[in-house]
């Protein structure tokens, strides 16, 4: 195959490309590249629709679902993650499965990895930053500076599950294991190795346990 086949090939694909971005020429309104300046204000010729490949957010992205590779400036939201969300700002979604890396990260359901200054979730992950918060019914690992829990649990709905290091640690209900210097807990089923242990106002130092 000579070089002006192998240009006309790409040519062509690129063609196909360009007008599938642009008039949505697949019956499921799907797209392998989209660009937005903002959620209303699409790049031409790649609209802010469903993703599947790359979307591109110079301040913020669209609330649409993305399989692949969500990028952005400043901020970037998507309705779901199958892949990585990524940014300098803040970013969130309904669902992440996968991957979330950026300076703030909120998701309504995390079956991922979320690492950044700020990490807020719901769900079952990895939680790795400076601050790391999970809400009730979640099941979730954290790495950080501070690492809290605060949401109570109805023990008739299941509970929180987390295991905790952090220089401080934080934890209402559920069952945990908290690992660091400064380790407060209240109510529910907890193991606690660090300098100083609370539970339920009572201090125990370097090793501290409680059932419900």
Known sequence: MNAR?????????????????????????WFPVSVCLTMARPIPPFPCDNVA?????????????????????????????????????????????????GGANVTTNLRGVQVGCLNAMQGCGLQVGAWNIFDEHSAAVQIGVFNSHFWKVD??????????????????????????????????SCFQIGVLNFHNGWITPVLGWSFK
């Open 155 to 188: 023990w008739d709905k299941g509970s929180a599950n987390s295991l905790q290091i952090g220089i401080a640690n934080r934890a209402d209900g559920g069952f945990r294991l908290q690992i660091g210097g400064l380790n407060l807990s209240d109510d529910g």
């Open 5 to 29: 086949k192998v240009a006309r090939i790409v040519a062509v694909a690129a063609m196909v490309l360009l007008t599938n971005c642009t008039w949505g020429a697949s019956s499921a309104d």
């Open 53 to 101: 490949g790359l979307s591109l957010c110079l301040l913020s992205g669209e609330d649409c679902p993305v399989y692949g590779l969500q990028a952005s400036c400043l901020s970037g939201c998507a309705e779901s993650i199958y892949g990585v969300q990524t940014g300098a700002g803040y970013q969130c979604a309904d669902d992440v499965y996968g991957l979330q890396i």
